[in-house]
């Protein structure tokens, strides 16, 4: 027999030493007994950084298998080896045993915010409000992976307390019911928010009181869309999302490009972002970024459907695998005015005698750095919460309330339409045609961000979206994952969602 958490971290943590704003900013790490480091403020400090290390691990591919690749946005690649990306996704044909990701990631990161939750509060600290802080930052991540949990697997086993030591037995723990998982999330976020001292957000790549309303706004908009909470849960999601707004310095970004840059990480447009940069100790890149790029290499002149030469470009000179390129229905999704349209999705095209011959499509959204000759590499931020998504969350609020979204999706076709604004503007419809617009607003908004799987369902478009789930309405199953074989192997107490 083995415990449920069987590569979470036992009797040790390990930690990284990272100055305070700068939190993955990161020098060599070590491991330290538990029960033996936490004895100051400075540990404290040491063990929040070593949170987020694990948080961030979740973030270079896991997110996006969970939240965005089985909506079906992208496929067979130039570089496609048929078994990561594809078919298994994009047409929905995994089954419990195909290589997807399971939850220990989540639960590994769970176990971190656990042993602060733990520990720190019987720290004594010079300054109680930084006590606090962490605190409320540890709660905020335990929240966001079990709702992460949630939308993807439905209830599974709730631990709160760290897990550093086993006894046969007491680790084989039965999964929650959602209902159960719903509120221990709410209630997490609820003591969040309750300890930051202030509204302050730093460099935006920590958890701070307004992107916990915007999480809170989005647990509850789930909740009351999805689990049956109606009007009242989305009452309270609308209220979050507009006291986020209220709290927090943010605005829309002129230039959509600028938000993605690398050279311009936490930008007014970001509530929360996941840090990545290059030298840190784990050195870990954002893998997405680089599945979804591709070399113009070699002597072959690349050219843009514009005319735009690539070769010697500064946009992919190097680095990138291509194994999953966007998908031909999202491409014919974008108008040609729309300004996001060369940010999520290029055609690369060869130039041979004089004519233009479709090569491959990359994702320029996270399109890396140059660090030097030829060394492109992807340290791009991965975006947790931005304005834009959380206007049209309110929209999304608002027309399931009965109120005209109109507003705030207009705000953000404006900035997309530019000059060519007039004529493209939103009107509101009947509910059910703003849903659709809210829709396919987010699937132009924010394709590969890791969040359009979750909204197909939340809106209850997936099975007329998504590829491959198209015709199959009778398989209501299919819109939570299956609990990887492995996970279920390891612990005797956990039963298959339905149908798989």
Request: charge should be negative.
């Amino acid at each position: 027999m083995k415990p449920i958490l069987k590569f979470i971290p036992i009797f040790f943590l390990t930690l990284t030493f990272v100055a305070c704003e700068d939190v993955l900013e990161l020098a060599p790490t070590s491991i330290i007994g538990v029960e033996t480091f936490f004895q100051n403020e400075d540990d404290a400090r040491v063990a929040m950084a070593g949170t987020y290390v694990q948080f961030r691990n979740q973030f270079s591919y896991e997110i996006y298998a969970y939240g965005e690749m089985r909506a079906g946005t992208l496929y067979l690649g130039y570089n496609d080896d048929s078994g990561w990306w594809t078919a298994m996704y994009h047409d929905n044909s995994f089954t419990p045993v195909s290589p997807y990701p399971s939850w220990y990631g989540l639960y590994r990161t769970i176990h971190h915010a656990n042993l602060i939750i733990q520990k720190v509060p019987d720290l004594d600290f010079s300054n109680e409000g930084e006590k606090n802080r962490i605190i409320a930052e540890a709660y905020a991540i335990r929240a966001f992976n079990y709702f992460t949990m949630l939308k993807t697997w439905g209830g599974v086993p709730i631990i709160t307390e760290p897990t550093a030591g086993f006894k046969p037995g007491e680790q084989f723990i039965a999964r929650s019911t959602e209902a159960e998982l719903l509120s221990m999330i709410k209630n997490d976020v609820e003591m969040s928010l309750n300890l930051f001292p202030n509204d302050h957000m730093g460099r935006r790549n920590r958890w701070s009181r307004p992107s916990v309303l915007v999480l809170k706004g989005d647990i509850h908009l789930w909740s009351g869309q999805v689990m049956g909470g109606g009007e009242g849960d989305i009452s309270t999601a609308l209220i979050a999302f507009n006291n986020a707004v209220s709290a927090a310095d943010v605005a829309l970004l002129p230039d959509y490009d600028e938000i993605f840059r690398y050279h311009n990480k936490g930008n007014k447009e970001i509530f929360m972002a996941v840090h990545f940069r290059k030298d840190e100790s784990s050195n870990v890149h954002m893998h997405f970024g680089t599945s979804t790029g591709r070399d113009p290499f070699g002597a072959i002149t690349y050219v843009l459907d514009d005319g735009t030469l690539l070769q010697n470009s500064v946009m992919f000179p190097t680095g990138g695998q291509n194994r999953g390129a966007p998908a031909v229905w999202y491409q014919e999704l974008h108008d040609m005015e729309d300004q996001r349209r060369t940010v999520s999705w290029l055609a690369i095209n060869r130039l041979v005698g004089g004519e233009l011959i479709p090569d491959h499509w990359v994702v320029p959204k996270f399109r890396g750095a140059n660090f030097g000759a030829n060394a492109r590499e992807f340290f791009d931020d991965v975006i947790v919460y931005r304005y834009a998504d959380v206007l049209l969350m309110i929209a999304e609020a608002k027309n399931a309330l009965g109120q005209d979204p109109a507003t705030e999706i207009n705000l953000v076709r404006q900035r997309a339409f530019g000059d060519e604004f007039e004529g493209n503007e939103f009107v509101s419809g009947t509910q059910e045609e703003n849903v659709d617009a809210i829709m396919m607003e987010r699937l132009l908004e924010l394709g590969f961000e890791g969040k359009l799987w979750w909204d197909m369902i939340r809106l209850d478009r997936a099975f007329d979206i998504a590829p491959g789930l198209q015709g199959r309405e009778n398989e209501q199953h299919l819109l939570k994952w299956p609990i990887n074989q492995d996970v279920l192997s390891q612990n005797d107490a956990l039963i298959q969602n339905p149908g798989w």
